[in-house]
């Protein structure tokens, strides 16, 4: 569906990025992750035409949008990481002259604004909190059911009821077989909707996988109101060196543990645990990994 | 390039800006510049003329002389980097608008919105001169009927013309605005080249039009001049039209090429 192809970004002597290359399909979601200043945002810029590529080519559906902003125009739907819209115009008059330009019906932005609950549309745009804004530019990407859509840092600012309704939206496009790109400098933000994960890092893809590949389990976390005893009682039963006491919880090596044996163990030493999970890696720890063969 | 687009953003940006601050601004400087016009009738009509036509004239002289190009210039010198720095034109240009309809819509917008205030001017100097004076002062007395379907045209005619002065001026403060991203520069820059232009061939032609007549010749006066038909209205279409479009264009050619290598982030 998209396609990009050894896109490179130069403001003067200073390289964004160079040799961007990946591909989206129907259906698919991938997560855009990449520290602050990455590049992410200029990327998602150049995909919807808003920012000026120094090299390379977005092709929609194997056309080049280069040659034909129409393709953009009725295929993209992008959320800004700060929205911006006409500070003076109600959410209603904002979205309609939006909606306009891509000729899209009342009745699909009345169904936009309903799903994202927004309702207060005659509040003027500067008058609404950092929240509402958000939920606004995120309906907006919805305008024209474009066939690809570009989320920028979409949970930033975002209320825990933003963040739900937006991951059910998610979940509901995937399955009307939208691309979706969702950029965050959050791994754990996405990592539950993404299907695959793009790391940009030092102007260059460094890792494309399926979210599989790059999002695994490494620690067993249990946090006890026992936490001496557990760590004495799993330092015996274990090895050392994957038992590691830190201030408020314990951490054991993930591959070493069967976490119903590790329940059952705590709770027969009458050290039940008040927490017990998995965590996975982190952006760090993929940075710190990645750093080693770079 | 979608001209219907160029439409829907021509009109929507109309109803905004009407009841913007600029707008309104604009119309208070005019209403404000008559008043000041009929201050001046009122304490020196020897100077003037002194009859309702020639406060008309007179008023509309120095608007078509300076406060039009002025404000022509300073308002589309904001045009553009007003809303890309709120990233209205980052929204704009991501997936909805190409950046030469962008452009071509801010300029028809900023023509349209100088037809607005040309009119609003020339009735409200009309009716502030029709109040003051009496109507039939200023559309009886002064200019015979016969004269006046001689003249009028003319007049018409040399009241049309600068338009295309505006226009150049409009192209120089569009590209001002995509130059200067800060509006106090760009404000700046359009202010201090206001003074300049005079010098460049082609921009300010328009001062030796419509208003002398009025300046020089008190209208009663002017009827006979009419009548006798010694009146020559003496215009050069290459200095007045042509070359004012040639410098329209040209510098509406390097906006175009600018805004096209433009990254516009919000």
């Not at chain 1, 996405?190 to 494309?208: C, W, Y």
Request: proline share 3%; charged share 20%; glycine share 6%.
């Amino acid at each position: 569906m998209l396609k990009t192809v050894a896109i490179k970004k130069k403001y003067g002597n200073f390289l964004v990025f160079e040799d961007i290359s990946f591909e989206v399909n129907k259906g698919e979601i991938v997560a855009l992750i990449g520290r602050n200043g990455a590049g992410k945002s200029t990327l998602l810029g150049i995909i919807a035409g808003s920012i000026n590529k120094t090299y390379g080519h977005v092709l929609i559906e194997g056309r080049d949008t280069a040659k034909n902003f129409d393709l953009i125009r009725s295929n993209v739907g992008i959320q800004l990481e700060k929205s911006a819209f006409y500070p003076h115009l109600s959410i209603r008059n904002n979205l309609n002259f939006f909606s306009n330009l891509k000729n899209f019906s009342n009745k699909g932005l009345n169904d936009i604004l309903e799903k994202f609950a927004i309702h207060e549309i005659n509040k003027k745009f500067s008058d609404l909190s950092q929240g509402m804004k958000k939920r606004m530019a995120i309906a907006s990407a919805l305008i024209g059911d474009p066939a690809i859509l570009l989320f920028d840092e979409p949970t930033v600012n975002l209320d825990p009821e933003g963040i739900f309704i937006f991951y059910d939206i998610i979940k509901e496009l995937k399955s009307k077989r939208k691309a979706i790109i969702i950029s965050s400098h959050l791994l754990t933000d996405i990592s539950n909707i993404a299907d695959r994960i793009i790391f940009i890092d030092r102007g260059k893809i460094i890792i494309d996988l399926p979210k599989y590949r790059v999002i695994i389990p490494k620690y067993v976390v249990i946090r006890s109101n026992y936490m001496k005893e557990s760590y004495e009682l799993l330092k015996n039963k274990y090895s050392d060196n994957c038992v590691l006491l830190q201030i408020n919880e314990i951490k054991m090596d993930y591959k070493n543990i069967n976490m119903e044996e590790l329940n059952k163990l705590l709770v027969s030493h009458d050290l039940p645990p008040k927490e017990l999970f998995i965590e996975n890696t982190t952006l760090k720890d993929i940075f710190d990994e990645t750093r080693k063969y770079h | 390039m979608k001209p219907e687009n160029i439409i829907k953003f021509i009109l929507f940006e109309i109803k905004k800006t009407i009841f913007s601050i600029g707008f309104l601004s604009s119309i208070i400087l005019i209403v404000l510049s008559s008043l000041i016009w009929v201050f001046s009738q009122k304490i020196a009509p020897q100077i003037i003329g002194g009859s309702g036509y020639d406060f008309v004239f007179s008023s509309l002289r120095f608007d078509v002389n300076f406060l039009f190009p002025f404000l022509s210039l300073i308002i589309s010198s904001v045009s553009i980097n007003y809303d890309a720095s709120m990233g209205i034109i980052a929204t704009l240009t991501s997936g909805y608008m190409k950046r030469e309809e962008l452009l071509i819509g801010k300029y028809a917008l900023i023509i349209v919105l100088f037809v607005m205030i040309f009119l609003t001017a020339l009735i409200f100097n009309i009716v502030l001169g029709g109040i003051i004076w009496g109507f039939p002062e200023i559309t009886e007395e002064g200019i015979t009927t016969l004269s006046l379907s001689l003249f009028l045209p003319k007049l018409v005619l040399s009241s049309l013309l600068p338009v295309f002065s505006i226009i150049a001026l409009i192209s120089l403060g569009i590209l001002f605005s995509i130059l200067f991203r800060n509006i106090i520069g760009s404000i700046s820059v359009s202010i201090g080249s206001f003074l300049l232009l005079d010098i460049i061939k082609g921009f300010f032609k328009y001062k030796s039009f419509l208003p002398t007549y009025a300046n020089d010749l008190p209208f009663k006066e002017l009827n006979k001049v009419i009548e006798n038909n010694l009146l020559e209205f003496n215009i050069n279409y290459l200095e007045i039209v042509l070359i004012p479009l040639i410098w329209a264009f040209l510098i509406f050619l390097i906006s175009y090429f600018k805004i096209k290598k433009m990254d516009f982030h919000v």
